[in-house]
């Protein structure tokens, strides 16, 4: 099969390193990169950490409002899919670069398979809900890594060649865990497993609002714990463009963004998380670390659910509280897979693909 795997920002590389090494095995894979990401520790970092194979193409589209940067994706894309012909195109998660790999993939009818299909947050102000909704609806393989995901799309009306694989993400973190234990980061930052808070923010319900970014470093700054920050690109922007440097507290820890190896391993030792991101909300479960959702909703409700994640939005009492009182009893299941998700994924391909995907 010859195979075209879209990816653009971090997690999708993080995503894509076990499929890729599966996918090549006994396939053609041609990777492209739509340039969503582009600083060196957003993108490079990753490629060189995990040794994903260089894209075959980069896109160069960088950032821009969402209709631009995914019209022209898709301007740019289709013309790589008239020339390269794949037999099936495979998409990651929720971002513009999933939408527009999703939308000419399937305009051109190519097969399309897409991986974490099914997550749901209900929350239709989220940019990643509407590109999942899509996405999900027009692709011909949906690989769900939990029964919840399965459940959404079937409560869609989306039942057809649905695989429950599990998460390609745990696949990443049960293969490095190993090696991140030889990270230096701890000691470059002078600071000692669970003596630590880790936080990351970049949804834009805190990045593009004044009152809840502001909201959640007054609350940092307020508390006498040490919090590490390695810091998303956008979310530096928002602060240097609105002037809230000065809300930053001594006790925050800004870093730049880290490597996986790196960031694994602040995970795991960190007290606890506070994050707005989706893949932490779960890599905190797995590690086993409580985690504070500075969100209203999630898409992960099973960590919810299992009592070891919390929300809390923005609100600075609710922060406060989980920060000094949030204590996990509950039992840790297994919901994200056996860490073969990317194993199962490509043998399903592989079955269709000696079939010449007929049927579809
Ligand atoms: C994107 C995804 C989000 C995902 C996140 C992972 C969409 C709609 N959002 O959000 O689902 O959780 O990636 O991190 O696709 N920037 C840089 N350098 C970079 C990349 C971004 O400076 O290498 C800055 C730019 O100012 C840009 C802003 O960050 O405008 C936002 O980048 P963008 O890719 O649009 O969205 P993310 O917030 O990164
Ligand atoms: N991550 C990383 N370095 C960092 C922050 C995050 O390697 O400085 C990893 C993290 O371990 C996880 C992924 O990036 O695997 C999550 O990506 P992000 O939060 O950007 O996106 P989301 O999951 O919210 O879409």
Not at 65 to 93: A, C, N, W
Not at 118 to 146: C, K, Q
Not at 164 to 177: A, F, H, I, P
Not at 244 to 270: H, Q, R
Request: aromatic share 8%.
């Amino acid at each position: 099969m010859k195979i075209i795997s879209i990816i653009g920002a971090r997690p999708q590389f993080i995503k894509c390193a076990p499929v890729s090494t599966e996918l090549r095995k006994n396939n053609c894979e041609i990777l492209i990169h739509t340039g969503q990401h582009y600083d060196y520790e957003m993108s490079k970092l990753f490629f060189d950490q995990l040794e994903i194979p260089e894209p075959d193409y980069n896109l160069g589209i960088g950032s821009s409002s969402h209709s631009e940067q995914t019209g022209r994706m898709i301007i740019e894309l289709e013309k790589i899919f008239l020339k390269e012909k794949p037999d099936v195109v495979i998409i990651y998660g929720d971002t513009n670069s999933t939408l527009a790999g999703a939308l000419t993939s399937r305009k051109l009818k190519i097969p399309t398979g897409h991986i974490e299909a099914g997550l749901r947050s209900f929350d239709r102000t989220m940019p990643e809900e509407i590109n999942r909704v899509i996405t999900d609806h027009i692709s011909n393989f949906l690989f769900s890594p939990t029964k919840t995901a399965v459940h959404n799309l079937k409560n869609e009306g989306i039942s057809q060649r649905v695989f429950l694989v599990g998460d390609v993400m745990y696949d990443v973190l049960k293969q490095n865990m190993n090696i991140a234990k030889k990270s230096k980061i701890l000691k470059n930052l002078d600071i000692r497993p669970k003596e630590y808070f880790l936080t990351t923010i970049h949804r834009p319900s805190n990045t593009d609002n004044i009152p809840n970014l502001s909201n959640i470093l007054d609350v940092f700054s307020s508390t006498h714990e040490k919090i590490v920050f390695p810091m998303h690109p956008r979310t530096k922007k928002f602060i240097n463009k609105h002037n809230l440097e000065k809300k930053i507290g001594e006790n925050i820890t800004i870093i730049k963004p880290v490597s996986y190896f790196d960031f694994i391993w602040l995970e795991k030792n960190a007290k606890k998380i506070l994050t707005d991101s989706g893949g932490i909300q779960k890599e905190a479960y797995i590690l086993k670390v409580p985690c504070i959702t500075l969100r209203e909703n999630t898409e992960w409700i099973e960590t919810i659910k299992d009592g070891w994640n919390i929300l809390v939005g923005a609100h600075k009492m609710k922060i406060l509280d989980a920060m000094n009182n949030f204590k996990p009893s509950g039992k840790q299941r297994n919901h994200f897979g056996n860490g073969d998700a990317s194993r199962k994924i490509v043998k399903i391909l592989d079955e269709y693909g000696s079939r010449n995907f007929s049927n579809l």
